[in-house]
């Protein structure tokens, strides 16, 4: 399904791009904008900026490689490592996926054909980002540091008045259904692109914005379901027995 190395090179950077939108992500982790270099065959381009065309193949196939973990798989794993899990999408969503959006969004030229497009992603696309960075910003900070408590304290850890100020202040069935009844961030974009349907679109550039948009909405939606369907209904049975620990020590007393 891969170009070999000899096929990659003849080919023209925007043959390259339309012909596999993941190569755009690849030139750019080389420090190229693929926007640049429409008309380069890409052995002079490669040959200019010094880089072997079998190091960008290499790159290309390991995107392949799946995101989705596997739920079965996390379903049995400790929860403090299904946080760390989710930890690590945050972290690779925001400063890898949204910058290198971002970076495409911001270049992207004001051309007449899709103009109503690339204006409304321009203006919406920061402010989803901010609120992105909030929401991770909250569940880090708070959701996932009381489920901690939580563990820790299922573990033998128990500081019981911390935990009770804890418990007053948070309620995971509360945080469960805000989560999933939180309108989706990516609602606005899915809006403004009509879903992702750039079939139509005519700019090359824009088209590869729309393509990374519907991979990161793919992405986001698979991120939470772990959240909506692992952690935080495993998160509530720990908060139950959490509770009736923390009564047996208020009886003791
Ligand atoms: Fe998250
Ligand atoms: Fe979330």
Redesign the pocket.
């Known amino acids: 399904m891969f170009l070999d190395s000899k096929d990659l090179q003849s080919k023209k950077v925007f043959d390259l791009v339309k012909d596999d939108y993941q190569y755009a992500k690849v030139l750019s982790s080389f420090g190229i904008d693929f926007y640049n270099h429409y008309n380069e065959n890409l052995s002079e381009l490669c040959t200019s900026k010094g880089i072997s065309s079998d190091k960008l193949l290499g790159y290309r196939k390991s995107i392949n490689e799946s995101f989705d973990f596997g739920n079965d798989v996390l379903i049995s794993t400790p929860i403090n490592l299904v946080i760390e899990y989710?930890k690590h999408?945050?972290n690779y969503f925001v400063k890898n996926k949204l910058p290198y959006l971002q970076n495409l969004i911001n270049n992207l030229p004001l051309n007449k054909s899709d103009l109503e497009f690339s204006k409304d992603l321009k203006f919406i696309f920061p402010i989803f980002f901010e609120d992105f960075v909030q929401?991770?910003y909250e569940?880090e900070n708070y959701h996932f540091e009381y489920i901690y408590k939580l563990f820790n304290a299922i573990q033998g850890d128990i500081n019981a008045s911390n935990l009770f100020i804890m418990m007053q202040k948070f309620s995971i069935n509360k945080i469960l259904l805000e989560h999933i009844n939180e309108d989706s961030e990516m609602e606005g974009i899915r809006g403004i692109t009509h879903n992702y349907s750039y079939a139509k679109i005519k700019d090359l550039h824009l088209k590869v914005i729309f393509q990374e948009l519907k991979e990161f909405d793919d992405e986001l939606s698979i991120?939470?379901d772990i959240?909506n369907c692992i952690l935080f209904p495993r998160a509530l049975k720990m908060e139950k027995k959490v509770s009736k620990i923390l009564q047996s020590i208020s009886y003791q007393n």
């Open positions: 989710l999408n945050h929401h991770i569940e991120h939470s959240e």
